[in-house]
């Protein structure tokens, strides 16, 4: 079965860090772009941030210099590093797969992990 | 950046009904346009893919057309199960985004 398993979300101070990670099982990691995608409980989706499979990164400007995305193939684990959080950065985050095909498309996502960041 | 807009916001049908949500993109993006259905507590789910592309399992009442700027989600024959939010994506570019959502609700 094709699977994303998130975890590391919890209650941060602003300004704190967190790291998430997602476990993916059920398919070759290595061959697809990984994406993170964060939802404010009740609101929209709002892409974070992606990493290709030759490892190239790109971010969304609200967390360009704070977050950097990385990814283990060997482990098959993704990973959020997320530094100096804001009140705005709480959020569900998810862990999405890209696949490749006739278009691009987000066709398998994790639960999600939640991350609060409050005093 | 490309800014997805949808509309309506909110929605409120008939089981039966016949509805459409719309989606237009700040500038072309071809065909790479996606449809997710998200219900309450659940995961986004693809519905749609580049533009008019059933994703295998979905039902054959859902619908998708449009090129370029413009794109079209209809259900033709609305099910009880089908009341949930929906939001279109583009896959043109990076960053990618997100219309900001419909909210389907039953009237």
Redesign the interface.
Known sequence: EVQLVESGGGLVQPGGSLRLSCAASGFTFSSYDM?WVRQVIGK????VS?IGTLGDT?Y??SVKGRFTISRENAKNTLYLQMNTLRAGDTAVY?CVR?FV???????V????TMVTVSS | ?IQMTQSPSSLSAFVGDRVTITCRSSQSIT????W?QQKPGK????LI???S?L?SGVPSRFSGSGSGTDFTLTISSLQPEDFATY?C?Q?YS????????TKLEIK
Do not use: C, M
Not at chain 1, 44 to 47: C, D, K, R, S
Not at chain 2, 43 to 46: E, G, I, N, R, S
């Open positions: 994406h929209g989706l709002e892409w992606a790109y969304a400007v998810y890209e095909g006739t278009t691009n498309t987000f066709d996502w994790g639960q999600g | 950046d065909g790479y346009l996606n997710y995961v986004p789910k693809l893919y580049a533009a592309s994703q939001f994506q896959s990076i960053p990618r985004s997100f219309g900001q959502g």
